[in-house]
């Protein structure tokens, strides 16, 4: 792999959870569970300890003290996280100078070109986060940001599993489509009616399986199942945004259909930022009249969302208040914009 792209993912072991057993070692073996007080707390980390009784992160905190009700319930330190997320992004940042974190505890790392083979490289980054924080890490290593993110989930807590070009085949196809990333539970179940149940079944099925589920983006589809991505490791965050667009075959003036296409492409864009474990600050709306004459709305919102009917509410008021000002207008493009993105895994935690 050393004369390869190369892209490590590294994914910290029940992060919050592992910070406070680590911080007070009373913690250390009991079923902990980080998160909100009161009838709307939401589970932000789960101890492996307590995901044995079904606890996940993400679950309203009613709902999993009826799975584990001797769980030890500690409140978030969001500051205290920050800090000890330095000190692993430092030793990331001592590695390669491409470093894309996705939140506080996960990131991808382009290491191709990088002093050392990149299994070795794994090794180093796992050695030096347990030595300098206390904790464990889970990492993959493959060719790509995708097949990367699937391998670091294959062994879990402090795995390391590398997937090489030659052995990709061969360790994909046996799993479960659901370990395909961004596919989503609803549409996870879609593909499974339809009696794809592995990635390899995934990756040959054929149009009259697939186009039902996910229409044009059906190739998309199977080259994901295949491993197939090329997506950059990126480290400029500071104008990151997600953003979704559709250029329509004919002119569009009718409004029914307009929100119909904003509301697709508002569901597209979430995906992309749920995918990244992002929320977003803002929502634009970009609009495209048939003269290509183009105009963007958009709306700051508190706290930031990662929820795909917010998104889509919001884009649909923002066309109305336009369509309203410019009656009759054909559009010939839309989009949907997600600015002003924060890790959403703050957004669980105050949920």
């Not at 307590?50 to 319930?73: I, N, T």
């Not at 796992?126 to 062994?155: E, F, H, M, P």
């Amino acid at each position: 792999m050393t004369n390869e792209r190369a892209v490590l993912h590294v994914d910290m072991d029940a992060f919050f959870a592992s910070v406070e057993q680590h911080d007070d070692p009373r913690l250390k073996g009991l079923p902990v569970i980080v998160g909100g007080a009161g009838p709307r707390g939401v589970v932000a980390a789960a101890s492996y300890e307590v995901r044995r009784f079904g606890v996940r992160s993400a679950m309203p905190m009613r709902q999993a003290l009826e799975h584990c009700p001797d769980a030890v319930c500690v409140r978030p330190r969001i500051s205290r996280y920050r800090e000890v997320s330095d000190v692993i992004f430092g030793i990331f940042n001592e590695i390669s100078p491409l470093v894309e974190g996705l939140s506080l505890d996960e990131a991808f790392l382009d290491v191709t070109g990088c002093p050392g083979a990149p299994p070795d490289l794994a090794r180093d980054i796992k050695r030096r986060i347990l030595d300098a924080t206390g904790l464990t890490a889970s990492v993959g290593v493959a060719g790509n940001k995708l097949v990367a993110k699937i391998a670091s989930d294959l062994v879990k807590p402090d795995g390391l599993t590398v997937i090489t070009r030659d052995s990709l085949h061969q360790r994909l196809d046996p799993l479960p489509v659901r370990r395909l990333p961004g596919l989503g539970s609803k549409t996870g179940a879609r593909v499974e009616a339809s009696g794809i149940r592995t990635l390899g079944e995934l990756r040959h099925a054929p149009d009259a399986k697939l186009w039902p589920i996910f229409g044009r983006y059906s190739q998309r589809v199977r080259d994901r199942a295949a491993g197939i991505d090329d997506r950059p490791v990126s480290n400029d965050r500071a104008d990151l945004s997600i953003s979704a667009e559709d250029t329509f075959e004919q002119d569009i003036a009718e409004a029914r259909a307009l929100r119909h296409n904003l509301v697709r492409l508002a569901d597209l864009a979430t995906s992309r930022m749920r995918n990244r474990e992002l929320a977003a600050g803002c929502i634009a709306v970009k609009i495209r009249q048939h003269d290509f004459t183009t105009h963007t709305r958009q709306r700051a919102i508190q706290p930031p969302t990662d929820e795909r009917l917010t998104v889509g509410r919001i884009a649909v008021e923002l066309l109305d208040r336009w369509l309203a000002e410019h009656p009759r207008a054909r559009l010939r493009l839309l989009g949907v914009g997600l600015r002003q993105l924060s890790p959403a895994t703050q957004l669980k935690l105050f949920a």
